[in-house]
């Protein structure tokens, strides 16, 4: 194992202070251990057990490799459940996409299970568990990880804001994860909406500097309406790749929508005054609130976004539009209820949703063939529609895939791995299929995905 690949650092440490990234780095480590965990949630009385973790008393820390190098893990299961674990967004081998009964057995208690890949994208990415999904996601076990750049793109500092939300009931414990009514929805909603698990939080930045700020958003159900106040900046990248066609700026009037599994990554210029302060915002129920502040310190450094060039480009395979092979799939209900069978990775005990018509019969399913063959070399469109009055952000494992065209608006045509699709969208994808295996398909809304709204694709 070539430790010097790989490093862990704190969610909460990343560019907490003036000293930025690196400050924020623990010492390398090789294995990551899945364990319950307790934490105490800011405005509750009592602390929080049962939750799950990396850490025994905080979040999943921040994991970052550099591009090209190696990430070589062994995840060790402590809990009585089962677990696999997930690199969200990153194209990996598909042995090592931690999918159960796809491309690995799940691993129980006391297991351990060996992920080891190079990372071929820089960006924003994260992992979270793929057996259990719901369970183990909702208690706690979601966490960003970065691929950097080999390059010093000349940043001041980075913050990472891993926002997520949490279901407790007045004691300050986890209430039931699910409802049967919110899993036929929109899904089962928290009540402590956290980033890095903070309520609030606020970090220091050096006055004038250019912070780049990743936002994720790693929750089981709700979706992020995000703009930002006190600050100038432009978006860099979406889902770990940098932009080729400019998003808008987000405002209160038109937010930006970072639905599960999304990411967006932000160059952002910190006030000149020592103390002014930059407002990440959330248009929820009841009104806009901060999601997270970050605060100016010292002497203004007088950076100017000019500074920061765009983004290198990931390798990326380009589209070949010529004559595409088009594959329709509809997201929607269920015709009838029914029961999936998902092994030892947890099941809800009925399906609602469907693709195609067909609810996903379980991770453990016997003779449960692809959604579609993707011949591998050629570029295919994905011909997406929601029939359903619901919203579902559609994530795709293992390739990514660019938005052509939209029913309902523009779609900027920027590479991604998670597509939200609205009430009554159709949207046009296309993508290389060069990357061989079964790759999992579904929506990223776990209650959606466990009842029914899932499957994979094949890549032959």
């Known amino acids: 194992m070539k430790r010097r690949h790989f490093l862990l650092g704190s969610g909460a440490a990343l560019a907490a202070g003036a000293g930025g ?10 294995k990551l251990v899945v364990q319950s965990a307790q934490y105490w949630f800011a405005g509750r009385d009592q602390i929080t057990k049962g939750l799950v973790s990396l850490s025994p008393d905080g979040p999943p820390p921040v994991l970052s490799v550099m591009q090209g190098d190696l990430f070589d893990t062994r995840v060790e299961n402590t809990l009585g459940d089962y677990t696999a674990m997930h690199w969200h967004g990153l194209r990996v081998p598909n042995a090592m996409d931690g999918v159960p009964y796809l491309t690995q057995f799940p691993i129980g208690q006391n297991g351990e299970f060996d992920y080891t890949f190079t990372p071929q994208d820089a960006g924003t990415f994260w992992y979270h568990p793929h057996c ?9 076990l979601t966490g960003v990880l970065i691929v950097k750049e080999r390059e ?3 940043f001041s500092t980075e913050q990472v804001l891993n926002f997520k939300d949490f279901r407790l009931d007045e004691e300050a414990q986890l209430l039931p994860y699910y409802t049967a009514r919110g899993a036929a929805r929109a899904g089962t909603f928290g009540n402590v909406i956290s980033a890095n698990w903070q309520v609030r939080p606020r970090y220091d930045h050096p006055a004038g500097g250019l912070v780049r700020l990743r936002l994720v958003a790693t929750d089981t159900t709700r979706l992020y309406k995000l703009y930002i106040t006190g600050a100038e900046g432009r978006i860099i990248a979406c889902d770990g790749h940098p932009v080729d066609e400019a998003v808008e700026w987000p ?7 970072l639905a599960p599994g999304q990411r967006l990554d932000i160059a952002l210029k910190m006030p ?15 009104g806009a609130r901060a999601l997270a502040t970050l605060r100016a310190i010292g002497a203004d450094q007088g ?35 029914g029961t999936a069978n998902n092994g030892f990775c947890g099941t809800l005990g009925y399906t609602f949703w469907s693709i195609n018509r067909t609810p996903w019969a379980g ?9 579609a063959v993707l011949e591998r070399g050629k570029t295919h469109v994905l011909r997406l529609r929601n029939e359903s009055p619901n919203a579902h952000p559609i994530h795709l494992h293992g390739l990514v895939f660019k938005p052509l065209r939209s029913n309902r608006r523009k779609v900027p045509q920027n590479w991604t791995d998670t597509a939200l699709l609205l009430k009554d969208e159709v949207m046009e994808v296309a993508l290389v299929a060069d990357n061989p295996g079964n790759w999992a398909f579904h929506c990223h809304v776990i209650e959606h995905q466990k009842t029914g709204l899932a499957g994979y694709l094949q890549v032959t």
């Open 21 to 30: 990234m690196a400050a924020g780095f623990a010492t390398p480590q090789r």
């Open 132 to 140: 259990m999904t719901l369970s183990q996601m909702a208690s706690g």
């Open 152 to 154: 010093d793109l000349g």
């Open 251 to 257: 405002t209160e009037q038109a937010p930006y929508i």
């Open 272 to 286: 000149a005054g020592e103390g002014q302060e930059v407002q990440i915002m959330g248009a929820l129920p009841g």
């Open 303 to 337: 950076r100017d976004l000019a500074e920061i060039a765009p983004l290198p480009r990931n390798p990326v395979t380009p589209l070949d539009m010529r004559a595409p092979k088009v594959h329709d799939f509809v997201f929607g209900w269920t015709p009838e209820g």
């Open 363 to 371: 991770d453990a399913a016997k003779d449960t063939g692809p959604l």
